[in-house]
Nanobody, 122 residues
Framework: QVQLVESGGGSVQAGGSLRLSCVAS????????MGWFRQAPGKPREFVVG????????DYIDAVKGRFTISRDNVRNMVFLQMNSLKPEDTAVYYC???????????????WGQGTQVTVSS
């Protein structure tokens, strides 16, 4: 069982930056692929980026490539999402997720955080 808690959301103007953090419980954090998802009002939840257990492999959706950066700290059981050059269309609730198995994937995540709101105004 993995428990995830996100933090770092907020409101910024377009072009601004935010850094999301997610801390995980458990002692085998490096055995989990981690991902960030988002859900905008009236839209389904979508995969944004994933990172392998070691942190050596990442997978971004095209909409955030070059603007968002995922990283992880396997000593502190944390994963981060640095979001730069934010756009109004990035507005959503952002969720941290974990999947057993260290290979980065975009689906089949079993454990989820409660979400943190990101609002980008124009």
């Amino acid at each position: 069982q993995v428990q995830l808690v996100e933090s770092g959301g907020g409101s910024v103007q377009a072009g601004g930056s935010l850094r999301l953090s997610c801390v995980a419980s458990g002692r085998t954090f490096s055995s989990y692929a981690m991902g960030w998802f988002r859900q905008a009002p009236g839209k389904p939840r979508e995969f944004v980026v994933g990172i392998s257990g070691s942190g050596s492999t990442t997978d971004y959706i095209d909409a955030v490539k070059g603007r968002f950066t995922i990283s992880r700290d396997n000593v502190r059981n944390m994963v981060f999402l640095q979001m730069n050059s934010l756009k109004p269309e990035d507005t959503a609730v952002y969720y941290c997720a974990a999947k057993w198995g260290s290979v980065v994937v975009s689906t089949a995540y079993r454990y989820w955080g409660q979400g943190t709101q990101v609002t980008v105004s124009s």
